[in-house]
């Protein structure tokens, strides 16, 4: 059984689309640093949840609004890992700072 071509996107499409993407997989390398597997578990089934819901949008204007939440708050969590000691920022600094030493 052959599936259908899929409708050619256009430009802007195409671009959106990458944009979102980046951002899932964004979303999926901050949650691995969660310590807390419950709490991984939880934001991973939020994320892909939230992405599903949205996944047949197709107005421009709605998916800026949505890249615009999910960028806010991938920022809300990496803000909290990097104060919580989690974050990617934390381990890099720990490191310089230990090699100074």
């Known amino acids: ?32 640093q969660v310590p807390d597997a419950s709490s991984r578990r939880e934001l991973r089934d ?24 999910g960028n806010r708050s991938l920022k809300e969590l990496q803000t909290s890992l990097e104060l919580s000691g989690s974050g990617p920022n934390d381990t890099a600094s720990h490191s310089d700072a230990t090699k100074r030493s």
Do not use: C, G
């Not at 990458?18 to 949650?31: A, D, G, P, S």
């Open 46 to 69: 939020w994320a892909r949840a939230d992405f599903r819901n949205n996944r047949n949008q197709t107005d421009e204007l709605a998916i800026k609004m949505l890249l615009q939440h």
């Open 1 to 32: 059984m052959s599936k259908l071509p899929k409708a050619a996107l256009s430009l802007k499409q195409f671009m959106l689309r990458q944009e979102v993407l980046k951002l899932y997989r964004t979303i999926f390398r901050t949650i691995r």
